[in-house]
């Protein structure tokens, strides 16, 4: 690492006394207190990772940057929640994230989705990546971002797809054992995305059943299968358990892991197991605090580190 930084650096004109390098992990974000550790988790995994990088964190949502802004502003809120720090009261966007970085001086920069999947807020990034990377000057010198590049979400397919679902579903194992434990069938929520292909998820539950059995399902809140559809395939199964064990398929146990899965509403998925006659458990912890998950952003990282830089020797070939 350490050469491919020097070399790096010395492409961009630095005298080896410039800025570090940064990372920018960027992640939906949630406003749940006790699901910001499980973003905190990968942060601190990254930085074991990539010592010589000042790493940053961004949210992709406008609405929970603005809760924790409010949230800044409320001394009673921080007094009852004194485990939350600064970084995340002031998070920004990957874009001002990325700006105030630029503007400190010309450096290296990794941007790592912490997305599942490549969905809306995936894709909004990578545009805003790839935009910066293509921003050109009229002198090559005083180009903003002359290094700059984006790693895959977990479940990325453009490159090495069946290896980041076999990564997942390493990752996912404990889960699994813990749902044979319980003699129960897993039951796991994505988010979903009714604007794009989500097929990815059929893809990694194929991979899971291959792995683990025909007892472990994948549904989502915002596109399909939608939770009513994975009780009836639960429930169509011969043999399948009469106990389930729900957990979210996303790196927070935010909101919709708290309230659409675990909530009291007549619609949540606890109580859609239920009123079908299940016996239902819950797991409410996000996958980043799963360190073999959060891992799987740091082999992305390392991947997305050398693109960069063969990119930077390419150019100082030029």
Same mark, same amino acid.
């Given at each position: 690492?350490?050469?491919?930084?020097?070399?790096?650096?010395?492409?961009?004109?630095?005298?080896?006394?410039?800025?570090?390098?940064?990372?920018?992990?960027?992640?939906?974000?949630?406003?749940?207190?006790?699901?910001?550790?499980?973003?905190?988790?990968?942060?601190?995994?990254?930085?074991?990772?990539?010592?010589?990088?000042?790493?940053?964190?961004?949210?992709?949502?406008?609405?929970?940057?603005?809760?924790?802004?409010?949230?800044?502003?409320?001394?009673?809120?921080?007094?009852?929640?004194?485990?939350?720090?600064?970084?995340?009261?002031?998070?920004?966007?990957?874009?001002?994230?990325?700006?105030?970085?630029?503007?400190?001086?010309?450096?290296?920069?990794?941007?790592?989705?912490?997305?599942?999947?490549?969905?809306?807020?995936?894709?909004?990034?990578?545009?805003?990546?790839?935009?910066?990377?293509?921003?050109?000057?009229?002198?090559?010198?005083?180009?903003?971002?002359?290094?700059?590049?984006?790693?895959?979400? $977990? !479940?990325? /397919?453009?490159?090495? +797809?069946?290896?980041? &679902? @076999?990564?997942?579903?390493? *990752?996912?194992?404990?889960?699994?054992?813990?749902?044979?434990?319980?003699?129960? $069938? !897993?039951? /796991?929520?994505?988010? +979903?995305?009714?604007? &794009? @292909?989500?097929?990815?998820? *059929?893809?990694?539950?194929?991979?899971?059943?291959?792995?683990?059995?025909?007892?472990?399902?994948?549904?989502?809140?915002?596109?399909?299968?939608?939770?009513?559809?994975?009780?009836? *395939?639960?429930?169509?199964?011969?043999?399948?358990?009469?106990?389930?064990?729900?957990?979210?398929?996303?790196?927070?146990?935010?909101?919709?892991?708290?309230?659409?899965?675990?909530?009291?509403?007549?619609?949540?998925?606890?109580?859609?197991?239920?009123?079908?006659?299940?016996?239902?458990?819950?797991?409410?912890?996000?996958?980043?605090?799963?360190?073999?998950?959060?891992?799987?952003?740091?082999?992305?990282?390392?991947?997305?580190?050398?693109?960069?830089?063969?990119?930077?020797?390419?150019?100082?070939?030029?």
């Amino acid at each position: 690492m350490a050469a491919f930084l020097a070399g790096v650096l010395q492409v961009n004109g630095s005298d080896g006394d410039g800025p570090k390098p940064a990372i920018v992990l960027a992640a939906f974000g949630t406003t749940e207190v006790g699901a910001v550790d499980s973003i905190l988790n990968i942060k601190r995994r990254v930085q074991a990772a990539f010592p010589g990088y000042d790493v940053h964190l961004a949210f992709t949502s406008n609405i929970i940057r603005g809760i924790w802004r409010e949230r800044a502003n409320d001394a009673d809120f921080q007094r009852a929640n004194p485990g939350i720090p600064a970084e995340i009261y002031c998070v920004r966007s990957a874009m001002a994230t990325l700006g105030l970085l630029q503007d400190t001086g010309r450096r290296p920069i990794l941007v790592q989705s912490l997305h599942v999947t490549d969905g809306e807020e995936y894709t909004d990034l990578e545009n805003l990546v790839n935009t910066l990377a293509n921003y050109d000057t009229m002198k090559p010198r005083l180009k903003p971002f002359p290094r700059i590049g984006i790693g895959q979400p $977990a !479940l990325g /397919l453009e490159d090495g +797809g069946e290896a980041n &679902l @076999n990564r997942a579903a390493a *990752a996912l194992e404990p889960l699994w054992r813990e749902a044979q434990a319980r003699g129960a $069938a !897993l039951v /796991l929520m994505a988010h +979903g995305n009714e604007h &794009l @292909n989500q097929n990815v998820f *059929a893809k990694l539950e194929s991979v899971l059943r291959h792995k683990f059995g025909n007892t472990v399902y994948i549904g989502t809140v915002e596109a399909e299968p939608l939770g009513e559809d994975v009780v009836r *395939a639960v429930r169509a199964t011969p043999n399948a358990p009469k106990k389930v064990l729900l957990a979210p398929l996303m790196v927070v146990a935010g909101d919709h892991a708290v309230n659409d899965m675990a909530g009291e509403d007549d619609d949540s998925w606890l109580n859609l197991f239920q009123a079908a006659g299940f016996d239902v458990e819950t797991h409410l912890v996000g996958l980043g605090s799963n360190d073999s998950w959060a891992d799987i952003y740091v082999e992305h990282l390392k991947e997305l580190e050398q693109q960069v830089m063969a990119r930077a020797g390419q150019d100082a070939a030029e």
